[in-house]
């Protein structure tokens, strides 16, 4: 049925590779334009000759179509030049701009993954080369991690506050991106003064902060929980690390690297901003105490 093929990779064996011949410098571009992509990793190297063996190179010219909203799923698109746009028509009102492309990008998966109709329009902006993967190649390789980890990250993400305001389809995409880790009691997840690569959500457990002052005194601060973030503020303000934190039994967080940070919570980092402003009174009021 229609439902058990969306929820369940196919598991048999008697598939066809799609083998579309190449050169080696066509691989080498394919290589480049997925090298920072999520949904690419983890892939043994046989998934991972089957991925490029399987694409097609696409140019296109700039204002063409490429995805109508409400199509049939055909193609998984990577950008390895030029851009392009995203538009949502909600209801039948006018189509609305809601997001945009440029190289390294890719779209056009969901409804690959959910046997949906395309839920946006993307039109290219410039003259443009996409890499397109088929529909069948796409979910024998590519759709079984992508599904997993958003699955995994949906409801935990639902819940972390400084997410909510973000669409569906962006915890998604920072779904694909997170990595998860655990630290044992006591262990140090951020030492003070380091220069800050990643941010981190708390996935389960606790945490401690403290703040070595200029005499070289270490002030407990209040302490995080699940849902809670930190680390945002190394990538923020470019500056050392401004506090240590560490693991309060068992820790388990889940973590974006810093283009993933700037990337994905783009829309958000007013808010994140506005938050730390807190945090002067936060440690001024723990020094008092
Ligand atoms: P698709 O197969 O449905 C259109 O074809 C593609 O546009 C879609 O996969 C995504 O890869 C991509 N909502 C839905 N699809 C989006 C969105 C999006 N942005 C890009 N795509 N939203 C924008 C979120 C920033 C939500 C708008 C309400």
Redesign the pocket.
Known sequence: SVSAESMAPSQDKDYVKVVIPKTQEQRKRIENSIENNFLFKNLDEEQYKDVIDAMVEKRVLNHEQI?KQGGI?DFFYVVETGTFD?Y?SKNGAPPEK??SYGPGGS??????MYN?P???T?VATSDSVLWALDRVTFRRILMENTSRKRKMYESFLEEVPILVSL?P??RHKIADALESAVYEDGHLVIKQGDIGNNFFLIESGEAYVTKIDEEGIEHELPGLKKGDYFGELALLNNKPRAVNIKAKGRLKVATLGKKAFVRLLGPIVDILKRNSDNYETITRNARQQ
């Open positions: 995805i799923g995203v949502v809601v997001h779209f056009g998966e969901l409804a690959l949906a395309r839920a946006a993307v669409e389809y962006e």
